[in-house]
C-alpha cells in the first residue's frame, strides 16, 4: 500500500481501505465501493504505474500486488491540507455571498456546482506543468458556451508548455491574445458566484489547483469596469454605481495629465478665481507641475506598495498615515501644491473604485504616460496619448471577441447590460458577441407583462 | 379538427428556426464581425471624415458664398450628395471582394484601371497630408505657438500611422466611438446654444441670389468627394451590399446636420460675423454659458473635432496603405505605412506656406475643378463602368444554360 502522508488521510485509509482489506472484503473498482468493497469514494484500477503514481502525488492511496489481481488499485483518499472557505480578500462587497475560492481545486469545483446544478456544466480536468503537473479545469456550459470558444480554449490550453504552474497567472500569460497590452484580457475572480455568473453567460472559466484565483474569458473593456453586486442590487442602484465607476475610472487614468496640461500650458481655461486660488498655492514651490505630479504619484504608488507587503494589521494604517504625514510635511516644505494633493487623492480614491484590480493597475501604468505627455504637449498631449490608448483598445481582442465589444462593434441588443444595467426580468438575451448557441437567459412568453400579471394575481389571491 | 397541417408545421418549424438563427450570433459571425467592416462601421467613418470639414471649415466657405442661406445650399445638397456616395459604393457591390486595384481593373480594364488607381493614391496621400497640416496649423496658432510644425505633423503622423497599421474592422470600431464623439459634441453644442438663435439673422431667404447660393451649393458639393476613402477598403466588407447604402445615408445626415450647423452659426452670430471668424462652430461654443457654471466648452468641442481630424487622417492614411499594398502585391498594407509616413510629413510641411495659403487652397475655385474631374465625374463614370463590366461578368458567370 501506497501513500504520501501529509498528502492523503490516514484515518480514511485506515478505516475504509485497510480495515476491508484486513477482513477480507472484496475490492472493487467503482464509486462508492459498495457494501462489501472499499468504503471511499472512488476507486480505479490502473495499468500504468506512472499513472499510479501521478494519483499518489494527489493524496491517493495504491494498493499493489493483490492476491489474484494483475493492475493497481488506486481509492480516493486525498486529504491535504487547506484553508476552509472563507470571504475573499479581495472582492469585498455589501450584499454579495461571502463564500470564496480556496487553494484545493475540488473545493472550488463544489463550489461552482453548488450554484450550477445542471447536467450541462462541462469540467474538463487537464494537467499543466510537466514537473509541477498541476491539475486545471476548464469549466463551461454545453449548450451555452460557443463550442468554437471551448476549442479554441482548448487549443491554448495545449500550448502552455512549461514546467511549473504555481498560479492562475502563468496560464493567463500562455492563452491571453496580446501578452504586451497593459489592459486584462482574462477576468480573474476569487468568487464562485463571478464565475457561476459568467459561465451561465457563454463564458469559459479555468481554476488551477493550488490558487483561489479563477480566470475567466473572454472578457470586455465593459464587463472589468462592472462588479457582481450591480446585479444583486436594485438596477436602478447598480446602474448608477456602474456610472460612477466608470467615472472613477477615467478619473484615475487622465485628471493628473489634465491637471498638468491646463496649469502648464492653458491656463487661460481655468476660470479666473480658480486660477488665482491655484497660483496662490503654487506660490513658493520650486518645482514644475510636471515634477510634483511625477514625485506625488511615486510617493503614492511606494505607499501603496508597501501597505500591501506588510501585515495587514499594520499596512493600511501605514498606507493612510504615511499620505498624510507625507503631503502634509510636503505642502509645508512646500516641496509639493495642495492643489496637487488633492489631484493625487482623488486619482488615488477613482483608483480604487475600479474594481479589477489588473484594470486598475493599467490605469496606473497609462496614467504617467497622459502625465508626460501633458507636460511636454499639453491638451495635445493628452488628446495623443487618449487617440493611442482608443486605438490599442479598438484593436484588442479576449479570446476573438473585440475588447470594446458590443459598443465597438456595436451590438445594440447587449446594451442592456452596459453602462447602464436593465431589470433582469428585461434582460432576455446572453451577450450576443459571445454567439451562446442558446441566446435566451428566459422565455420571451411571460415577460415583464407576465410578471406584472403574476405579481397582480399573487395580490389578488392574498387580498 | 382544426390543428395545424404538417406542411404549415414545417413552415412554422422553419420560421421559427430563422428567427432563431437572427437572434443568435455564433462566435464565428461575431468574430467576423471582428475582422470585416461593416455597413454601420462604414457609415460612421463616412460620416466622421464628412463632419469634421462641416465643423470646422464649410460654413464660413459655403457662408462667404450663399451669405444667411448657407443652411439652404447644405439641405439642397442632400440628394446630390447621397448620389455621390452610392456611386463610390457601388462598385464594392458590383465586384465584391476587391479593392481598390482590383475594382478599378474590374471596371476599365488593366491598364486604365491601373492609372485610375493611382490618380486616387495620390489622391489619398494629398488629402492625408493636407488635414495633418490644417490640424497642426490649428495646434500651433491656438496651443502650442512655439513648437515648430514639423513636430506636431511628426506625431500626429505617428499617431495617424499606429490607427492605419490596424485592421479595417479596428478602424471602424475607432469611428463609431470617435464619431459618435464628434456628433455628441455638435448636438451638446447646438442644444445649449439653441435659446441664443434669433430666426431674424437667416432672413430673408434667398438675399445673395441664385448666383450666390449656387457658388454655395457647389462649395458643399465639393467637399462631398471625401467618400472616395472607401474605394481600398471595400475589400473587408462584410456585406459588400451595405457598402453604397452606407455613404449614401453618411452624405444625406451629414447635409442635414450640416445645414443645421450652418443655421445655428448663421444664427446666433449673424452672416457677417460667421463668414469672417475661422471656425463659427466654436465661436459659438464659446458664447455657451449655462448657470455661469457651464463655459468655455468650446474647448472641448475642438477636442472632439481634433479627434475627428486625427481619425480622419487616419482613414485616408490606411486607405492610401491599403491601395499601395494592393498595387503592388504585399500581404500586408502595414509594411508600407511607415514609408508612407515619411512622405506624408514630407508633403503636409510643403503642401502649403501657412494657414492662409491652406485656405487659399479649400477655395472653391481651386478645389471645384479638382473634385468635379477626379470625383465626382471618375466616380460616376466608374460607377457606370461597374454596371456595364459587372452585368457582363454576371452574365459570364451565369452561363449559356
Same mark, same amino acid.
Given at each position: 500500500?501506497?501513500?504520501?502522508?501529509?498528502?492523503?488521510?490516514?484515518?480514511?485509509?485506515?478505516?475504509?481501505?485497510?480495515?476491508?482489506?484486513?477482513?477480507?472484503?472484496?475490492? +472493487?473498482?467503482?464509486?462508492?465501493?459498495?457494501?462489501?468493497?472499499?468504503?471511499?469514494?472512488?476507486?480505479?484500477?490502473?495499468?500504468?504505474?506512472?499513472?499510479?503514481?501521478?494519483?499518489?502525488?494527489?493524496?491517493?492511496?495504491?494498493?499493489?500486488?493483490?492476491?489474484?489481481?494483475?493492475?493497481?488499485?488506486?481509492?480516493?483518499?486525498?486529504?491535504?491540507?487547506?484553508?476552509?472557505?472563507?470571504?475573499?480578500?479581495?472582492?469585498?462587497?455589501?450584499?454579495?455571498?461571502?463564500?470564496?475560492?480556496?487553494?484545493?481545486?475540488?473545493?472550488?469545483?463544489?463550489?461552482?456546482?453548488?450554484?450550477?446544478?445542471?447536467?450541462?456544466?462541462?469540467?474538463?480536468?487537464?494537467?499543466?506543468?510537466?514537473?509541477?503537473?498541476?491539475?486545471?479545469?476548464?469549466?463551461?456550459?454545453?449548450?451555452?458556451?460557443?463550442?468554437?470558444?471551448?476549442?479554441?480554449?482548448?487549443?491554448?490550453?495545449?500550448?502552455?508548455?512549461?514546467?511549473?504552474?504555481?498560479?492562475?497567472?502563468?496560464?493567463?500569460?500562455?492563452?491571453?491574445?496580446?501578452?504586451?497590452?497593459?489592459?486584462?484580457?482574462?477576468?480573474?475572480?476569487?468568487?464562485?458566484?463571478?464565475?457561476?455568473?459568467?459561465?451561465?453567460?457563454?463564458?469559459?472559466?479555468?481554476?488551477?489547483?493550488?490558487?483561489?484565483?479563477?480566470?475567466?474569458?473572454?472578457?470586455?473593456?465593459? +464587463?472589468?469596469?462592472?462588479?457582481?453586486?450591480?446585479?444583486?442590487?436594485?438596477?436602478?442602484?447598480?446602474?448608477?454605481?456602474?456610472?460612477?465607476?466608470?467615472?472613477?475610472?477615467?478619473?484615475?487614468?487622465?485628471?493628473?495629465?489634465?491637471?498638468?496640461?491646463?496649469?502648464?500650458?492653458?491656463?487661460?481655461?481655468?476660470?479666473?478665481?480658480?486660477?488665482?486660488?491655484?497660483?496662490?498655492?503654487?506660490?513658493?514651490?520650486?518645482?514644475?507641475?510636471?515634477?510634483?505630479?511625477?514625485?506625488?504619484?511615486?510617493?503614492?504608488?511606494?505607499?501603496?506598495?508597501?501597505?500591501?507587503?506588510?501585515?495587514?494589521?499594520?499596512?493600511?494604517?501605514?498606507?493612510?498615515?504615511?499620505?498624510?504625514?507625507?503631503?502634509?510635511?510636503?505642502?509645508?516644505?512646500?516641496?509639493?501644491?495642495?492643489?496637487?494633493?488633492?489631484?493625487?487623492?482623488?486619482?488615488?480614491?477613482?483608483? !480604487?473604485?475600479?474594481?479589477?484590480?489588473?484594470?486598475?493597475?493599467?490605469?496606473?501604468?497609462?496614467?504617467?504616460? !497622459?502625465?508626460?505627455?501633458?507636460?511636454?504637449?499639453?491638451?495635445?498631449?493628452?488628446?495623443?496619448?487618449?487617440?493611442?490608448?482608443?486605438?490599442?483598445?479598438?484593436?484588442?481582442?479576449?479570446?476573438?471577441?473585440?475588447?470594446?465589444?458590443?459598443?465597438?462593434?456595436?451590438?445594440?441588443?447587449?446594451?442592456?447590460?452596459?453602462?447602464?444595467?436593465?431589470?433582469?426580468?428585461?434582460?432576455?438575451?446572453?451577450?450576443?458577441?459571445?454567439?451562446?448557441?442558446?441566446?435566451?437567459?428566459?422565455?420571451?412568453?411571460?415577460?415583464?407583462?407576465?410578471?406584472?400579471?403574476?405579481?397582480?394575481?399573487?395580490?389578488?389571491? +392574498?387580498? | 379538427?382544426?390543428?395545424?397541417?404538417?406542411?404549415?408545421?414545417?413552415?412554422?418549424?422553419?420560421?421559427?428556426?430563422?428567427?432563431?438563427?437572427?437572434?443568435?450570433?455564433?462566435?464565428?459571425?461575431?468574430?467576423?464581425?471582428?475582422?470585416?467592416?461593416?455597413?454601420?462601421?462604414?457609415?460612421?467613418?463616412?460620416?466622421?471624415?464628412?463632419?469634421?470639414?462641416?465643423?470646422?471649415?464649410?460654413?464660413?466657405?459655403?457662408?462667404?458664398?450663399?451669405?444667411?442661406?448657407?443652411? %439652404?445650399?447644405?439641405?439642397?445638397?442632400?440628394?446630390?450628395?447621397?448620389?455621390?456616395?452610392?456611386?463610390?459604393?457601388?462598385?464594392?457591390?458590383?465586384?465584391?471582394?476587391?479593392?481598390?486595384?482590383?475594382?478599378?481593373?474590374?471596371?476599365?480594364?488593366?491598364?486604365?484601371?491601373?492609372?485610375?488607381?493611382?490618380?486616387?493614391?495620390?489622391?489619398?496621400?494629398?488629402?492625408?497630408?493636407?488635414?495633418?497640416?490644417?490640424?497642426?496649423?490649428?495646434?500651433?496658432?491656438?496651443?502650442?505657438?512655439?513648437?515648430?510644425?514639423?513636430?506636431?505633423?511628426?506625431?500626429?503622423?505617428?499617431? *495617424?500611422?499606429? *490607427?492605419?497599421?490596424?485592421?479595417?474592422?479596428?478602424?471602424?470600431?475607432?469611428?463609431?466611438?470617435?464619431?459618435?464623439?464628434?456628433?455628441?459634441?455638435?448636438?451638446?453644442?447646438?442644444?445649449?446654444?439653441?435659446?441664443?438663435?434669433?430666426?431674424?439673422?437667416?432672413?430673408?431667404?434667398?438675399?445673395?441670389?441664385?448666383?450666390?447660393?449656387?457658388?454655395?451649393?457647389?462649395?458643399?458639393?465639393?467637399?462631398?468627394?471625401?467618400?472616395?476613402?472607401?474605394?481600398?477598403?471595400?475589400?473587408?466588407?462584410?456585406?459588400?451590399?451595405?457598402?453604397?447604402?452606407?455613404?449614401?445615408?453618411?452624405?444625406?445626415?451629414?447635409?442635414?446636420?450640416?445645414?443645421?450647423?450652418?443655421?445655428?452659426?448663421?444664427?446666433?452670430?449673424?452672416?457677417?460675423?460667421?463668414?469672417?471668424?475661422?471656425?463659427?462652430?466654436?465661436?459659438? *461654443?464659446?458664447?455657451?454659458?449655462?448657470?455661469?457654471?457651464?463655459?468655455?466648452?468650446?474647448?472641448?468641442?475642438?477636442?472632439?473635432?481634433?479627434?475627428?481630424?486625427?481619425?480622419?487622417?487616419?482613414?485616408?492614411?490606411?486607405?492610401?496603405?491599403?491601395?499601395?499594398?494592393?498595387?503592388?502585391?504585399?500581404?500586408?498594407?502595414?509594411?508600407?505605412?511607415?514609408?508612407?509616413?515619411?512622405?506624408?510629413?514630407?508633403?503636409?510641411?510643403?503642401?502649403?506656406?501657412?494657414? %492662409?495659403?491652406?485656405?487659399?487652397?479649400?477655395?472653391?475655385?481651386?478645389?471645384?475643378?479638382?473634385?468635379?474631374?477626379?470625383?465626382?465625374?471618375? *466616380?460616376?463614370?466608374?460607377?457606370?463602368?461597374?454596371?456595364?463590366?459587372?452585368?457582363?461578368?454576371?452574365?459570364?458567370?451565369?452561363?449559356?444554360?
Amino acid at each position: 500500500m501506497l501513500f504520501l502522508k501529509g498528502m492523503a488521510d490516514t484515518r480514511v485509509i485506515a478505516r475504509n481501505v485497510v480495515r476491508p482489506l484486513v477482513l477480507g472484503l472484496p475490492l +472493487q473498482a467503482g464509486d462508492g465501493g459498495g457494501a462489501g468493497g472499499v468504503f471511499v469514494s472512488q476507486v480505479q484500477a490502473v495499468l500504468d504505474p506512472e499513472e499510479a503514481v501521478l494519483r499518489i502525488l494527489d493524496g491517493w492511496t495504491a494498493v499493489v500486488g493483490l492476491p489474484g489481481t494483475g493492475p493497481i488499485w488506486v481509492a480516493d483518499t486525498s486529504g491535504r491540507p487547506g484553508r476552509t472557505v472563507e470571504e475573499p480578500q479581495s472582492e469585498t462587497g455589501v450584499r454579495v455571498p461571502r463564500e470564496g475560492f480556496t487553494e484545493m481545486l475540488e473545493t472550488n469545483l463544489a463550489l461552482v456546482r453548488t450554484r450550477i446544478r445542471h447536467p450541462h456544466l462541462r469540467v474538463e480536468m487537464r494537467r499543466v506543468g510537466t514537473r509541477s503537473r498541476t491539475r486545471l479545469a476548464l469549466i463551461y456550459v454545453e449548450g451555452v458556451a460557443e463550442p468554437d470558444l471551448v476549442q479554441l480554449v482548448r487549443q491554448r490550453l495545449q500550448g502552455v508548455t512549461i514546467d511549473s504552474v504555481l498560479e492562475s497567472g502563468y496560464v493567463e500569460e500562455f492563452i491571453e491574445d496580446s501578452p504586451y497590452s497593459p489592459f486584462p484580457q482574462t477576468l480573474r475572480t476569487e468568487r464562485p458566484d463571478v464565475v457561476a455568473a459568467n459561465v451561465l453567460e457563454g463564458h469559459f472559466a479555468i481554476l488551477v489547483d493550488g490558487t483561489p484565483f479563477a480566470l475567466i474569458g473572454p472578457v470586455t473593456f465593459w +464587463q472589468l469596469l462592472t462588479v457582481e453586486e450591480d446585479y444583486y442590487e436594485r438596477f436602478i442602484i447598480g446602474s448608477l454605481l456602474r456610472l460612477l465607476r466608470i467615472g472613477a475610472f477615467l478619473i484615475s487614468l487622465m485628471l493628473p495629465g489634465l491637471y498638468v496640461a491646463v496649469t502648464t500650458h492653458h491656463q487661460e481655461m481655468i476660470p479666473t478665481d480658480l486660477l488665482l486660488s491655484i497660483a496662490a498655492a503654487r506660490e513658493g514651490v520650486p518645482f514644475p507641475a510636471l515634477v510634483e505630479a511625477l514625485v506625488m504619484e511615486l510617493n503614492f504608488e511606494l505607499l501603496r506598495e508597501a501597505g500591501l507587503r506588510l501585515p495587514r494589521a499594520v499596512g493600511s494604517a501605514v498606507s493612510i498615515v504615511g499620505a498624510l504625514v507625507l503631503g502634509q510635511a510636503a505642502i509645508s516644505a512646500s516641496l509639493v501644491s495642495p492643489a496637487m494633493v488633492i489631484v493625487v487623492a482623488i486619482t488615488a480614491i477613482g483608483s !480604487f473604485a475600479t474594481p479589477v484590480f489588473s484594470m486598475a493597475i493599467a490605469a496606473r501604468i497609462i496614467r504617467f504616460g !497622459f502625465v508626460l505627455a501633458a507636460a511636454v504637449m499639453g491638451l495635445f498631449g493628452v488628446q495623443a496619448v487618449a487617440v493611442l490608448v482608443l486605438i490599442h483598445l479598438c484593436a484588442l481582442r479576449s479570446f476573438g471577441v473585440p475588447y470594446l465589444a458590443p459598443v465597438a462593434p456595436t451590438v445594440l441588443g447587449d446594451w442592456r447590460d452596459l453602462v447602464l444595467r436593465a431589470p433582469w426580468w428585461a434582460m432576455r438575451g446572453r451577450p450576443r458577441f459571445l454567439g451562446p448557441p442558446d441566446p435566451a437567459r428566459r422565455p420571451l412568453a411571460g415577460g415583464a407583462q407576465g410578471l406584472r400579471t403574476g405579481s397582480r394575481a399573487a395580490e389578488g389571491q +392574498q387580498v | 379538427m382544426g390543428g395545424v397541417g404538417q406542411p404549415e408545421a414545417a413552415r412554422l418549424v422553419t420560421g421559427l428556426r430563422q428567427r432563431r438563427s437572427r437572434v443568435r450570433m455564433t462566435l464565428a459571425e461575431a468574430r467576423r464581425l471582428g475582422q470585416r467592416l461593416s455597413g454601420y462601421q462604414l457609415f460612421w467613418m463616412a460620416l466622421s471624415v464628412r463632419l469634421v470639414t462641416v465643423v470646422a471649415l464649410l460654413p464660413t466657405l459655403t457662408g462667404s458664398r450663399a451669405g444667411r442661406d448657407a443652411w %439652404i445650399a447644405f439641405l439642397a445638397a442632400t440628394v446630390p450628395a447621397a448620389a455621390l456616395g452610392w456611386a463610390i459604393g457601388y462598385p464594392s457591390a458590383r465586384f465584391p471582394g476587391r479593392g481598390l486595384v482590383g475594382q478599378a481593373r474590374a471596371s476599365f480594364g488593366l491598364w486604365p484601371g491601373t492609372v485610375v488607381a493611382l490618380v486616387y493614391l495620390a489622391g489619398y496621400l494629398i488629402t492625408t497630408a493636407t488635414i495633418l497640416r490644417e490640424y497642426t496649423d490649428a495646434i500651433v496658432t491656438a496651443i502650442l505657438p512655439t513648437t515648430p510644425p514639423v513636430v506636431v505633423v511628426s506625431i500626429i503622423t505617428v499617431l *495617424a500611422g499606429v *490607427a492605419a497599421s490596424q485592421e479595417t474592422a479596428a478602424m471602424g470600431r475607432l469611428a463609431v466611438l470617435l464619431g459618435g464623439v464628434v456628433v455628441f459634441s455638435v448636438v451638446i453644442i447646438g442644444g445649449l446654444i439653441s435659446p441664443e438663435i434669433r430666426l431674424d439673422n437667416l432672413m430673408p431667404v434667398g438675399s445673395t441670389g441664385w448666383r450666390g447660393f449656387l457658388s454655395g451649393l457647389l462649395m458643399v458639393l465639393v467637399w462631398h468627394s471625401q467618400y472616395v476613402f472607401f474605394y481600398p477598403l471595400a475589400d473587408t466588407m462584410a456585406e459588400p451590399g451595405a457598402g453604397p447604402k452606407a455613404l449614401a445615408l453618411a452624405a444625406a445626415v451629414s447635409s442635414v446636420l450640416g445645414s443645421a450647423i450652418a443655421a445655428v452659426a448663421v444664427g446666433v452670430l449673424t452672416a457677417e460675423l460667421a463668414v469672417n471668424a475661422s471656425f463659427p462652430l466654436f465661436e459659438v *461654443a464659446r458664447l455657451v454659458s449655462v448657470g455661469e457654471f457651464v463655459q468655455r466648452i468650446d474647448a472641448v468641442a475642438v477636442g472632439a473635432w481634433g479627434l475627428g481630424l486625427v481619425l480622419s487622417a487616419s482613414l485616408f492614411y490606411h486607405a492610401a496603405a491599403r491601395g499601395m499594398a494592393e498595387l503592388l502585391g504585399l500581404p500586408q498594407h502595414r509594411l508600407v505605412v511607415k514609408p508612407m509616413g515619411v512622405i506624408l510629413v514630407v508633403v503636409a510641411m510643403a503642401v502649403a506656406e501657412d494657414s %492662409i495659403e491652406m485656405r487659399r487652397f479649400t477655395d472653391v475655385k481651386v478645389l471645384a475643378p479638382i473634385a468635379a474631374a477626379f470625383v465626382w465625374l471618375l *466616380a460616376s463614370v466608374w460607377a457606370a463602368a461597374a454596371w456595364l463590366r459587372g452585368g457582363a461578368t454576371a452574365a459570364a458567370q451565369k452561363g449559356p444554360g
